[in-house]
């Protein structure tokens, strides 16, 4: 199985040497990691994968990134958590490629993070064509040598008066301007308009908008001019900055006045314009946003958010869009797919000079490369200014991948976090290949990944477990995925062997009733009308960006929402919803975090800290002196450490990194104050209980039924070694989804209910789909609804039914290929999703 890129990591000699990390629950584990190759660290999820990779490795890496960089950031050194781990050698710098969208907001776009648009802004201010806003014409950049050629190319006998302007009329400025002229041995000047000699010039209140030229020589063409005008030209540009101008009498006729410029100037109409320059056309500099919107492209909030009609979204001013390259303008190439845009930057030359073309060869051959980097990671069917905040967690991780490999740093350790999210398995092999791109040009990378694929390609497997938190955090195989696989002591080996896999059900529900959504056109969607049975678990399927969420999130959930009343954001385009009189419920389960502040935690999420406020309420010590449950929130003011007002944290913002978080100095990290963590309740107080794994207050609060069913019902979704009070920011987004799993679980189901899940196999090994597919399994037997939408096809082979899209992403995809049981799609020709559903049901 050994795939053709394959080394021997035996042979590589450099490694980092990771030496008694003691993270988190990872338990004294020493660990080589081969440098310049690929690593895959799997295993459970909670059983320290990300404690080695991120908050080991990563961390420690950061920490000695900073410690060289700057002195700002040394002075927080102390308080930065060191990781707890005896030593790391042979570490280099760190960079993490996650899927955290950070501080790329309604600013960047797919452009911008891949820094392909600061080369675009090159290409344009360097080769672009600007066009007159008065008379629509191109405007032609002139040499000194084309302004001679203009001025001796005129009539003999013509009078010409050559100037310089000199100010635009700063306060105070005339007196110094006029000194310059005399310098220049000139004595002549305009001063608004009127001609004076430089003696006579009135002297000037000293006031704003004075415009002052220097009278540079007045002359008649003819023969032998040459050389005057050769020097009077270059005096008038180095005087006027590379502006002048020139009093014209043709024999004849009237004075004209023209006005020439070494940057632009319309050749019809001679209006100058503002020389080009990059940030003509940033939409972050004043210098190039529509004034409208400030550069958003958009106006108003949430529901009301319409399209900017002054720069039709364009998020550029007037001015930027008017400069074109073969006739298109920077907006509209943006407003391209990634493969439309490459196929443009392939001919782009053609439609420049000679001289341009030589300009814009380097420029395109960087956006080129960058191009082809993203369409390899698989996301062909981004269009660049697409916003970064409207792109999946996972697409933006490989949009980050293609700029890092695009960037061709060397000598790195790129850390990344599960890059398979989100991929259907069609697109998987590029986006090794990318991976294995970036580790050739001479890095080292380290992946946090379940997928079998990227598992099998790597150079080194390290498997963690055996179970999660306190049962986990140990290395239980290591080696060659080959090797992992026939390690009987690997729970991995034995899924990459095939001696253990998530069972397919014998039998599947038969269908009744159906909700059926007609003619939908949202985004990519071609008039899809989808029919989905009630009462089974239903799969959505397809290769990334075929249209899955665009159906589901953008359309079915709102138009649902709206039709039970509750408030939602506007659903895409669509002509009719049938069938949702059979549900009265609606619950969509997804990956936003259960909480932003550092305050929220599972406990409070899944309401067990209210269960527990109630337990310790009712404790001997709370009633004699008096305390309430109120008392045992940290959201209250009795009851919260005066400090950190029950954060448990203090805030440090950093210019350049993100915020700091530092255990509170008071009551370190515990959140309350002293009197309330004296009332203890089987020896614990309130903050013992939320340091405990959700494992051990399930053993802890055995006899308290209300919580005890809470807490199972959290265990029932593989989240044991979560702690109570972890912060919810420390929460991944497969775990946030699964508090979310777990905390519907534990309620009283109506029966009639629909729930929406987004990829919930994420961050899960093999063993906790297996579980997953259970714990949905009971929602559906229990009389309700269960739509995901799933690249997992262990998953997916457990579904009752299947709705399928593609065929590509994009403007590719956009229709139903197939519906059906997973037997049914799985023997669909040409279709992707049926060739790997047949293998897995095989
Ligand atoms: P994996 O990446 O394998 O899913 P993690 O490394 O995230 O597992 O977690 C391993 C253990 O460390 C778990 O018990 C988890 O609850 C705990 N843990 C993770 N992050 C934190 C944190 N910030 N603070 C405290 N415990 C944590
Ligand atoms: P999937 O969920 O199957 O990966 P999506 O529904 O996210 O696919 O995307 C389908 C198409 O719609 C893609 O071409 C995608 O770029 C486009 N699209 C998705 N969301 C947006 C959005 N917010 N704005 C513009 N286009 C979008
Ligand atoms: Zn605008």
Redesign the pocket.
Known sequence: LKTPYQQDYAALSAAIEIRGAR????QSVDIDIPRDAVTVIT?????????????TLYAEGQRQYIDSLSAYARQFLDQIPRPDVDSIDGLAPTLAIDQKAGNSGARSTVATVTEIYDYLRLLFARVGTPHCSNCGSAIAQQSADNIRETLLAMPEKTKLVLMAPMVRGRRGEHREVLETIQKSGLVRARVDGEMYLLEDIPPLAVRKNHSIEAVIDRLVIREGIESRLHDSVDLALRLGEGLMSALVQKPGTDETETIFSTSMACVECGASFEELEPRTFSFNSPYGACPTCDGLGTMGEGENTDMCQSCEGSRLRPEARRVTIGGLSIDRLTAMSLCDAKDWMDQVVQHTSALHAKVADPIVREVTRRLEFLMRVGVTYLTLDRAADSLSGGELQRVRLATSIGSGLVGVCYVLDEPSIGLHPADHNRLIDCIRQLQTQGNTVVI?EHDEATMRHADFLVD?GPG???H??KIISQGTPDEVASDPNSLTGAYLLGTRSVPIPKTRREPKDWLTITDVTTHNLKKVTAEFPLGMLVGISGVSGSGKSSLVNDTLYPALAKKLGLVSVKPGPFKSLRGATKIDKLIPIDQAPIGRSPRSCPATYAGVLDEVRKVFAKTREAKTRGFSTSRFSFNSKEGQCELCKGHGVERISMNFLSDLFVTCTRCGGKRFNRQTLQVRFKGASVADVLEM?IDGAAEFFENVPKIHRQLVSLQDVGLG???LG??ST???GG?AQRIKLGTELARVSTGKTLYLLDEPTT?LHFSDVERLVGVLQRLVDAGNTVLVIEHNFDLLAACDWIVDLGPEGGDGGGEILAAGTPETVAKTKNNATGKYLAQTLK
């Open positions: 993270v988190h629950n990872l295993g459970v999820s909670g059983s320290g994968k990300s404690s080695l990779a991120f908050d946090v963690i999660a938190g306190k986990g955090g794994s070694y979560v702690h972890q912060a420390t929460l991944s775990e961050g």
